[in-house]
């Protein structure tokens, strides 16, 4: 190998770790607690405006589908059993994961008029992720404080845990999912046949 072509080659790698580098810069904290600020005020304008309930759940539905990490969310809760599924239980799982998860975020809100919302201190957890801290005040409810743990997915910021009270939401439906699963001999099917249930009795509580 000539002097010239082992310069090219270290040169490449160089280039190669630089951008790889940037490719997982950090979430800066001031972008994050914007990002949620915002997420926060449109979540709030759609739950005290005076459309009927179904039209507000929907608006509100939609506001999370944009700003949180669905599929990577999801795929963290299944864990190692992600890697047993089938790619027509994968399919399935991620469809009904997304409802319960924006049936869940959605209820940390409720449904009735008066919501308020409050952004409060912003740390840096890791080099991949922001943890912004939040008021939630609901009518006739004591207030409460709901973490947002933001990272950066294909350079947006998304939501990729929520924390209440001091209880990650994913770390618990982990643990949820991967109970069902082992209590059913390792079988997916039966996790997808307990979230279809599940998210039949959410319907017929909110008379959908």
């Known amino acids: 190998m000539t002097m010239t072509t082992r310069r090219i080659l270290l ?33 709030v304008a759609a739950i005290n405006s005076n459309a009927p309930v179904a039209q507000r759940r929907q ?6 589908r944009r700003n949180v990490d669905i ?34 975020l959605a209820a940390r809100f409720g449904e009735y008029q008066g919501v308020r919302f409050t952004v409060g201190r912003t740390q840096q957890r890791s080099e991949d ?11 006739n409810n004591p207030p409460f404080s709901l973490d947002w743990r933001i990272g950066e997915v294909n350079g947006q910021l998304k939501v990729v845990d929520v924390i209440a009270e001091g209880t990650s939401l994913r770390l618990t439906q982990r643990s949820e999912y991967s109970s069902v699963i082992q209590r059913n001999n390792g079988q997916v099917s039966a996790l997808l046949a307990a979230m279809r249930n599940q998210i039949q009795q959410l319907a017929a509580r909110e008379g959908r």
């Open 11 to 43: 040169l490449g790698a160089a280039l190669g770790l630089s951008l790889a580098g940037a490719a997982r810069a950090e979430p800066d904290p001031a972008r994050a607690a914007r990002f949620i600020q915002t997420t926060g005020q449109e979540l």
């Open 59 to 64: 608006e509100v539905a939609t506001i999370l």
């Open 71 to 104: 599929e990577g969310v999801g795929r963290f809760i299944l864990g190692r059993w992600w890697r047993v599924a089938t790619p027509s239980e994968r399919q399935e799982y991620l469809k009904l994961f997304e409802e319960t998860l924006i049936h869940n």
């Open 129 to 139: 992720d922001v943890l912004v801290n939040t008021i939630i005040e609901r009518p």
